[in-house]
């Protein structure tokens, strides 16, 4: 039997606008869903929209249109979107279809008849935007703690789950199941929750104050909690919309994806709501942070809600989708820019991978007719077998990166190996062997290497950017299909027969694109033109000219669009060497939060590598990579000196790495 694999996002507020917190939840349970398939998985990846609730009922009234009306005007948006970004989703499951309907009240049934559910008495504070009832301890000058908007006491006679009666089985759950709650801050979080008194869950509203729900099966007056008609769906789907009459072959979820505002409602009340109907909990269950734009948070009222739809027309949809899950390790808040982006496209993909694609299908072209070579053995140097070694050892890694969510990670280690690829033909120089008729076979051999090395990350990127991965197996004159368990069994180097012919093809990452995205308005570069606008008044106010200081001459001025393309971060030295040869440049491994990068710096005059590691200091992290005396920087320190440095920018230990400097 197949080993199974059971992916869910959350399903999305019917009444949001699809923007890049949805795309970055479902892209990466794309990646999942397609890395298993290939591994030989049985896999099902569900998402869908949640369609009922007050907020729903509201609109509708406001548009003049009933609530199905205005469900079904507003799915299409969601829809198109997953098609757009290349979602290869199995269901998308709405509230509103009959038969998740059923199943809902027959779970409520179920909890019914073993007196898991009573009615009862109850006024409370009741947010109509998180359709949630708090306590007066909770709410704070008459907002919600949540979405701080304003209150109203209601007073009604509800129906109540006896969640409270499960409070200590969960905690001892959570406490055997490391793997249960993910990141383990979050963990943490739902334990420090769960150290008060948890009340019982409030699960109906009346139909006198909101019709458009689920009726509760054993009262028609009343219908139900928005969130329990809502969690219920990672059940009912698989019972209606799974590829089997077997409802139980996909349960327990492996993982349920979720943003970190939600935690609390699937770590407690759902997992509490299984309890109560015998059901097991999920495998796991990951929290993922938020995104913000230039380091504010993502609002209408800014304009600066990013629209993936946006960014796909300008930078293509593989980009985007490397972006989002190479930029933030998942599980951390991370801060969209647009020069962040710029900085990893023509850094990463343009000039890394998109790179060493093209440099070695045109020289499979050039030197060997478009056909890939068979290798000389007796030819093979170390530079073979390092390429070799590193490649045969990339999926045992990704693997592991996968298992325990770390995109970010496993999208560096594939990078390694582009990287080094590179340099592997930097160093062989095949269009120098390609003049000696005596060096034949040395450049049979190195030509194949490089469509082996295509092959493993043909491979390896197929779940992140499965359209570039296409390509490049068309490219390559691959005749297997991403259909097929192709990493069931990890691939060997050399254990490959090429029979067709190989074509360089277009660029995969041009350069030459728009400046400014198009299509949808909300983005984040035109976003971000608001603080400009004040930060001008404000000099203005100050009478300091935008270079600065009072006085500059005008050619020494910039604007401040130019400074806000500048992206400054918090780092901490982890490592520093001297570079041979040189008495002034030193070599840092630094920590900027969400991945380790290579500095050079000219600081070896002022000190020394002993007494750098552990220091926190300032780096421009967007800076386009180079090399100095043959080693890349991948960054710049800020320091203070003119022809000298006088000191480095260090900082409080306490300022985490990856802070946004401003």
Known sequence: ?????????????????????????????????????????????????????????????????????????????????WATLNISLDAFIRTTDKPHQAIVQRCLQSLYDKDLIYQAE???????????????????????????????QVSERN???????????????????????????????VLGFLQKPLEDLSISRPKSRLSWGVELPFDRDCVTYVWFDALVNYLSALEYLGRTTDATKFWPASVHLVGKDILTTHAVYWSTMLMGMGRPLPESIFAHGWWTVDGEKMSKSRGNVVAPNAMVEQFGVDAFRYFLLREVPFGQDGDF????????????????????VSRSLTMLGNFSNNLVPAMDQKSQTDLDRELAQTASNLFPAIDKHLANLEFNRALETILGLVQLANQYIDKTAPWTLAKDPAQDARLKTVLFHLAEVLRFLTLAIYPFIPTTA?????????????????????????????????????????????????????????????????????????????????GLPPADQIGIEDFMKVQLKVAKILHAERIPKSDKLLKLQVDIGTERRQIVAGIGKKYTPEELPGRTIVVVANLKPAKLMGVESQGMVLAAGDKDVVSLLFLPDDAPPGTKVK
Not at 140 to 147: S, T, V, Y
Not at 337 to 356: I, K, P, Q, W
């Open 1 to 81: 039997m197949k080993n199974k694999f059971y992916v869910t996002t959350p399903i999305y507020y019917v009444n949001d606008v699809p923007h890049i917190g949805h795309a970055y939840t479902t892209i990466a349970a794309d990646v999942l869903a397609r890395f298993y398939r290939i591994r030989g998985y049985d896999v099902f990846f569900l998402t869908g929209l949640d369609e009922h609730g007050q907020k729903v009922q509201q609109a509708a009234a406001k548009a003049g249109i009933d609530p199905q009306t205005h469900c079904d005007r507003l799915m299409p948006a969601f829809k198109n979107l």
């Open 122 to 152: 109850y006024t409370g504070w009741y947010c109509t935007f998180d359709e949630r009832f708090w306590t007066e301890k909770d709410v704070e000058n008459g907002q919600c703690p949540d979405c701080r908007r304003p209150v109203e």
């Open 159 to 189: 129906y109540f789950f006896r969640m409270s009666r499960y409070q200590q089985p969960l905690i001892d759950h959570i406490k055997s199941h490391p793997e249960f709650i993910r990141p383990e801050s979050r963990r943490n979080e």
């Open 337 to 356: 820019s647009h020069s962040a982006f710029e900085s990893r496209y023509n850094a990463e993909l343009a000039n890394d991978l998109g790179n060493l």
């Open 470 to 550: 296409e390509a490049m197996r068309t490219r390559l004159g691959m005749t297997v299909s991403f259909d097929q368990a192709l990493l069931a069994n990890l691939p060997v180097w050399g254990d490959y027969a090429y029979t067709g012919e190989t074509t360089k093809g277009t660029s995969l990452f041009p350069k030459n694109l728009p400046k400014k995205p198009t299509g949808q308005a909300a983005e984040s570069s035109a976003a971000s033109t608001a603080s400009p606008k004040k930060a001008v008044k404000d000099k203005k106010d100050n009478s300091i000219p935008s270079g600065g200081e009072p």
